[in-house]
């Protein structure tokens, strides 16, 4: 795989050996964690994160990550405020303006295409940290790592995708890294109304990845070896009684999480309302607050990637 200059799609990542090269430096990241930052390996290099929608696991791991390699942070919260966008500055100005005092920068946005709108006119690398519905490669990129730890491989796994397919930009970039492996097999589980993207099965069938679609979870989830939840996205719905509508249509709760097999685990790139119940945190399964800090540490092996 060629060098990457800036990360926007998991598309990008389409080699197995360059993931698992990966996986092997946040693993060495998180097994060396106390003395990273004695060793500085980005001392002196500045991250910017500009936040054009709200962030807790994202904006802090990138932030800590860069701080944990000795960097230091520029950080823009609430962008879409906080920023010069609110006296009409453009995005390309505002990279071109921020690409002079940072080396990296993190961008989160609430329109699809931005990230890579972005990349265009930057000279520094730009990472997608969440385009509107389109994607969100490095939540994508910890998750694939996140199972890879807990399980211990990842061919031949059956995953189940479950809520809203539709908006939910974590799972249009798990996708994409699912089909590096053999032998996967995807259930789609939405309402009608939040079904998987045609591009993003179309992808699949390109991919010869084998998928099933339903509206129930029944019989399902006993099979998987992975049961990835999502938040219904409300920030993207126009209708307030649409979003009603379908906002607690799945609700896993112990009794579900009890159903799936022993090593099975659940996954949740977080926040979550209603669709895993708090009964269902001390559940060994439950593995989305280890996949939150596994964020932390994938991006620090991507930051060093990037910037060496
Ligand atoms: N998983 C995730 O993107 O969380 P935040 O929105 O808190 O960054």
Redesign the pocket.
Known sequence: MEKLKHVISTRQFDDSEFLLGLFESANRMERDDVFRALTGPLRGRILATLFFE??????FSFEAAMQKLGGGVLSAEDARDNSSATKGESISDTIRVVSGYADVIAIRHYEEGTAEAAAKNSPVPIINA?DGAGE?PT?ALADMYTIKKELGWLSGLRVVLVGDLLYGR?IHSLLPLLCLYTGVTIDLISPLSLRLPPQYREYLTKKGITFNESESLEGVIEQADVAYITRVQRERFALQADYDAVKDVYVINAETANRMKPQAIIMH???RVNEIAPDVDANARAAYFRQ?KN?LYIRMALLQYLLS
């Open positions: 709200p962030s807790t696991r994202t904006r969440g969100h939540q974590t790139a977080l926040p939150a964020g």
